[in-house]
């Protein structure tokens, strides 16, 4: 492989960086698929490198690939990096490179992020970095309807273990230090149906859809706290002149306060069992989703964060968003996410990144676990 054409690169202190290493593991695991749900075979793989890299790395209840990172000082840090991407197994995720811009499914939500924290591990002891005590984790159910599951089993089971959590996701520049909320629900409609011409007007799930649908419009979605819905996913109906029998749609609700986000969920609700009377249609409504809105006291993490990334010329901007540290900010563990690399068209098929921003954001990372470690941790 040729690397990317951009020159050898160094470290901060000097000494080259193995670019082609970077470049390998990132194109690997790229291209290994993992689907939410479906994260095993890029599991398998992780561990085999996280072996590779010297450890000891073992799989838990849910399929996170967790391991104990020796040596390091100060506090315990959890440093994470999801597995799962919102693509099938069915898609293309070849690594296509032009210049220094590299393109494919998945390449940097979350590949990027995770070839980086597998890289990191095989450098360490040549590389002589200063760290605080480390358990990596590569997590399943990040996205979508995997609901953080990953991120949930490692927080209730070992959560008094960890002084802080590190999330590695998201784009270079970018601290993620607060939890966006989410609800997200399902609703399948059935009705009497039928012919579209003899039996009119006859209850029609898919004319009840539109009701419900339509009913969002008057929510009362607050900008302070910030807060959203999206009706993403819908289905229905089996022809053009057949009157709906069944129908549904997915609905997913945001807001980075608790309080304002069950407000939506009950007003939502409320207008969807009225439009169901109103069109004589059955509604079934089931809860897939529930991720928590949280704040913590992460004043000292952000500022460590943004130091390292000053360290690199780059000023780093706090944001809210829902990622793996949500689950650490609801348990009240000083969390943030940690964005390593510059690209763009998350979740589209045309995803991409900038391929030297990965050692730009090798430095920021190895800056601020080097921050952590002069931090006091747990006796």
Not at 138 to 158: C, H, I, Q, Y
Not at 275 to 294: F, S
Not at 301 to 312: D, H, N, T
Not at 318 to 331: F, G, I, L, R, Y
Request: net charge negative; hydrophobic share 40%.
């Amino acid at each position: 492989m040729s690397g990317s054409g951009s020159g050898q690169s160094v470290r901060e202190d000097g000494h080259p960086v193995a670019e082609d290493l970077l470049g390998r593991l990132l194109i690997e695991i790229c291209q290994t698929p993992a689907p939410t749900f479906e994260e095993e075979r890029r599991a398998a793989l992780v561990t085999r490198m996280w072996r590779e890299a010297g450890l000891e790395p073992t799989s838990d209840g849910v399929g996170n690939v967790v391991a104990e990172v020796p040596g390091g000082e100060g506090p315990r840090v959890l440093l994470a990096a999801h597995l799962d991407t919102v693509f099938s197994a069915e898609v293309d995720v070849t690594v296509r490179r032009q210049g220094t811009r590299w393109s494919a499914p998945g390449i940097g939500d979350n590949s990027a992020s995770l070839a980086l924290l597998t890289y990191l591990l095989r450098e360490r002891r040549s590389a002589g970095l200063r760290l605080p005590r480390i358990t990596a984790a590569a997590t399943v159910g990040e996205e979508g309807l995997g609901d953080l599951r990953g991120a949930r089993s490692l927080v209730e089971e070992r959560g008094d273990e960890f002084d802080f959590v590190v999330a590695i996701d998201g784009h270079l520049s970018t601290i993620v230090d607060v939890a966006v909320g989410s609800k997200r629900f399902r609703v399948e409609l059935t009705a009497q149906g039928g012919h579209s011409w003899g039996d009119f007007p006859a209850p029609s799930a898919v004319h009840a859809l539109g009701a419900m649908v339509a009913s969002l419009e008057a929510l009362k979605v607050s900008r302070q706290p910030r807060s959203s819905y999206n009706i993403g996913q819908v289905w229905g109906g089996t022809g053009v002149n057949a009157i709906a029998q069944r129908a549904g749609f997915n609905l997913d609700l945001r807001s980075v306060d608790s309080s304002a986000l069950d407000e939506l969920e009950r007003d939502a609700l409320a207008r969807f069992h009225k439009a169901a009377r109103r069109h004589r249609v059955d509604v079934t409504i089931e809860k897939v989703g529930d991720r928590p809105a949280a704040t913590v006291d992460n004043r000292r993490l952000v500022s460590m964060a943004q130091e390292a990334l000053a360290a690199v010329s780059i000023e780093g901007g706090a944001a809210a968003s829902s990622t793996d540290a949500n689950v650490a900010m609801a348990a009240g563990i000083p969390a943030i996410a940690f964005g390593v690399y510059a690209g763009g068209d998350a979740h589209r098929m045309s995803e991409w990144l900038e391929r030297p921003s990965l050692e730009v954001g090798y430095r920021a990372l190895t800056g601020l676990l080097a921050r952590l470690a002069g931090e006091p941790g747990q006796e």
